[in-house]
């Protein structure tokens, strides 16, 4: 089993930018696909963006598209969620997660089976 920290939440400006890792416990990381997903006040968890094994397939949510950027070093085990041009929509707590299963495009809560604790991410206008 695989354990899942997230940091680098805050509060920013509309327009700011913050990173969040997701540093993982054991020594298979390499092994996991990854994702991040947010959830707002009174919404349902969603995808934002996902990448493989190797870091050579990302996928990302069209309302984050272009905006933000996933990353892994499995060196370290940590995955990277850059996020740039913030808009107050993206206020959410953000969750990392990961999968160990051969999931194609892996956007679904369901695909995933271990998560973080949560970040919370406060963009103000």
């Known amino acids: 089993q695989v354990q899942l920290v997230e940091s680098g939440g805050g509060l920013v400006q509309a327009g700011g930018s913050l990173r969040l890792s997701c540093v993982a416990s054991?020594?298979?990381?390499?092994?996991?696909?990854m994702g991040w997903f947010r959830q707002a006040p009174g919404k349902e968890r969603e995808f934002v963006s996902s990448i493989s094994r190797s870091g050579g397939s990302t996928r990302y949510a069209d309302s984050v598209k272009g905006r933000f950027t996933i990353s892994r070093d499995n060196a370290k085990n940590t995955v990277y969620l850059q996020m740039s041009s913030l808009k107050p929509e993206d206020t959410a707590v953000y969750y990392c997660?990961?999968?160990?299963?051969?999931?194609?495009?892996?956007?679904?809560?369901?695909?995933?089976?271990?998560w973080g604790q949560g970040t919370q991410v406060t963009v103000s206008s």
């Open positions: 054991g020594r298979t990381f390499s092994t996991y696909i």
């Open positions: 997660a990961g999968t160990s299963r051969s999931v194609q495009g892996p956007i679904r809560r369901s695909d995933y089976d271990y």
